[in-house]
């Protein structure tokens, strides 16, 4: 079974920094379009960040491009999302995911993810 469990999230000032990770199993990243996506209580899902391949360029969603990396360690299939200079808007419960399409339409593809960690950014 394919199973994705997140972790890193928690209170953090903005203009901070934290680090998410993502543990996968029961597939391998070239598999699927794997990527992280966001929920902020009352609202619909966002797309973050997602990838096709280990040798592509990684998608980002306008509100966080130039201030969020992914990144993964294949071996360990294992991902991550460094999340720099944050502000209360990225305030939202962050999901990984394995989907059928990379880019602006990552959250209507979705067919695997996590339980979700939750990050809230304090003014």
């Known amino acids: 079974e394919v199973q994705l469990v997140e972790s890193g999230g928690g209170l953090v000032q903005a203009g901070g920094s934290l680090r998410l990770s993502c543990a996968a199993s029961?597939?391998?990243?070239?598999?699927?379009?794997i990527g992280w996506f966001r929920q902020a209580p009352g609202k619909e899902r966002e797309g973050v960040s997602c990838?096709?391949?280990?040798?592509?360029?990684?998608y980002y969603a306008h509100s966080v491009k130039g201030r969020f990396t992914m990144s993964s360690d294949n071996a360990k299939n294992t991902l991550y999302l460094q999340m720099n200079n944050l502000n209360p808007e990225d305030t939202a419960v962050y999901y990984c995911?394995?989907?059928?399409?990379?880019?602006?339409?990552?959250?209507?593809?979705?067919?695997?993810w996590g339980q979700g960690t939750l990050v809230t950014v304090s003014q």
């Open positions: 995911a394995a989907a059928g399409v990379c880019g602006s339409s990552f959250t209507g593809y979705l067919e695997r």
């Open positions: 029961g597939f391998t990243f070239d598999e699927y379009a």
């Open positions: 990838i096709t391949t280990s040798g592509s360029t990684p």
